[in-house]
């Protein structure tokens, strides 16, 4: 039986398209509306709200949560000081990617973390014997709201004085409509943005009180559509697009290592740091012997042969903002496959078509050139494009201390 999120009583009439499609067993819009254009540009101008409830979410406790974390996540999880988040991944002994997520850091010896599949037993059999640690499915106790934007914190700001302190990625307990909640200044968007976790039972009670406040800022529900749309510009992974969980592959080739990923900025202090993480010789290997198979890049679409491709046939060029996360290869000059896309979308904020792309190493660099294949009139052709550096689209606000 399909679930049914804590904030379904006030998204579901909302959705007028009535597209509905499962996300971990729950039911969750595709669109509220016919333009989702018009929910992207929420998100870039205004505030969008955005209900993330599926995620399956995790509490990590004991007085030895933090040794435990430290020999499981990749990243330094000592780092992450109480009161703040981190954006992070673990990974199985060869080195491949497991999953990544969110981890919370909200008191002293409690963490909650969540991911995009089931992690409960793997993390509970990773407990040792005599480590302090309790771990705890609190998936269905929480409700998560992702309220994204430049006008987010306006939005906040009426309902609690703790927003206005929050940096990139910290957290704070807190109130709103006289309900607790935990807020972080995070997101998937690549905008300014906070997630908000409430108890199921006060979920609703919350939706509306942003609604409330929101309204003389256009807050507009957005669905799964576009947060795809939205993590494109902004160079986010996803998991089962960018990268597939190692616990579920069966060859090397369906495996990906955080370094090709882009992920080694998490391992630059990696000398100083003396934690046995799980795959930690692997990737320490692939950093010295430089083996990576490929890089995680940005691609850009040169407009002119693109628009020239289609004109020769006696075609408009189209320019669609859906999201087309598959494989569209890539070549160099010769015509040799040098890679392929993972997510590929015309920006409608950046009006231009980019891509995210994995490609062999020597042609990673920015700037060099390549030839994305595109089906056109069911036939493959081949239009001009370079690497760029990602995110496409990183506004200031979304990380800056000082927000007015």
Same mark, same amino acid.
């Given at each position: 039986m399909v679930k049914k999120t804590?904030?379904?009583?006030?998204?579901?009439?909302?959705?007028?398209?009535?597209?509905?499609?499962?996300?971990?067993?729950?039911?969750?819009?595709?669109?509220?509306?016919?333009?989702?254009?018009?929910?992207?540009?929420s998100i870039r101008n205004s505030a969008g709200l955005f209900d993330t409830s599926p995620l399956f979410k995790y509490s990590i406790k004991g007085k030895d949560a933090?040794?435990?974390?430290?020999?499981?996540?990749?990243?330094?999880?000592?780092?992450?000081?109480?009161g703040q988040a981190q954006y992070?991944?673990?990974? +199985? &002994? =060869?080195? @491949? $990617?497991?999953?990544?997520?969110?981890?919370?850091?909200?008191? +002293? &010896? =409690?963490? @909650? $973390?969540?991911?995009?599949?089931?992690?409960?037993r793997y993390f509970e059999n990773l407990v040792g014997y005599n480590q302090d640690v309790t771990i705890t499915d609190i998936s269905d106790d929480y409700g998560l709201l992702a309220l994204q934007g430049p006008h987010s914190l306006n939005i906040l700001n009426q309902l609690t004085k703790a927003a206005k302190k929050l940096g990139y990625f910290d957290l704070v307990k807190t109130k709103i409509a006289k309900k607790e909640i935990v807020l972080s200044r995070t997101g998937y968007t690549g905008d300014l943005g906070f997630e908000i976790w409430v108890s199921s039972e006060d979920a609703v009670a919350v939706w509306d009180a942003l609604m409330e406040a929101g309204a003389g800022y256009n807050i507009t529900p957005f669905g799964q559509k576009v947060l795809h749309m939205a993590r494109i510009d902004a160079g986010l992974l996803l998991i089962d697009i960018e990268f597939h969980s190692a616990r579920?592959?069966?060859?090397?080739?369906?495996?990906?290592s955080p370094i090709e990923l882009g992920?080694?900025?998490?391992?630059?202090?990696?000398?100083k740091d003396d934690r046995p993480f799980i795959g930690r010789r692997a990737i320490e290997k692939e950093?010295?012997?430089?083996?990576?198979?490929?890089?995680?890049?940005?691609?850009?679409?040169?407009?002119?042969?693109?628009?020239?491709?289609?004109?020769?046939l006696g075609l408009i060029a189209p320019k669609d903002p859906t999201p087309i996360e598959e494989a569209m290869s890539l070549y160099n000059d010769k015509k040799e496959w040098r890679g392929h896309t993972t997510s590929y979308i015309f920006s409608t904020i950046l009006k231009k078509h980019i891509a995210i792309?994995?490609?062999?190493?020597?042609?990673?660099?920015?700037?060099?050139?390549?030839?994305?294949?595109?089906?056109?009139?069911?036939?493959?052709?081949?239009?001009k494009a370079r690497v760029v550096k990602m995110p496409f689209f990183n506004p200031s606000r979304k990380t800056e201390k000082q927000i007015s």
């Open positions: 804590p904030f379904y009583p006030r998204t579901g009439p909302l959705n007028e398209t009535m597209l509905w499609e499962h996300w971990a067993g729950y039911l969750v819009a595709q669109k509220y509306q016919y333009s989702e254009v018009y929910e992207y540009y933090t040794s435990f974390l430290s020999g499981v996540l990749a990243r330094d999880i000592r780092q992450c000081k109480t992070t991944i673990w990974c +199985d &002994d =060869e080195g @491949w $990617i497991l999953e990544d997520g969110v981890i919370m850091h909200v008191s +002293d &010896d =409690e963490y @909650w $973390i969540t991911s995009a599949e089931p992690n409960l579920f592959a069966w060859t090397d080739e369906q495996r990906s992920f080694g900025w998490m391992f630059r202090n990696l000398k950093i010295q012997e430089k083996s990576s198979r490929w890089k995680l890049v940005g691609i850009e679409v040169d407009w002119e042969s693109y628009e020239k491709t289609y004109n020769d792309a994995k490609v062999v190493p020597d042609m990673a660099k920015v700037g060099t050139e390549l030839q994305l294949e595109l089906m056109i009139n069911d036939r493959p052709r081949l239009v």
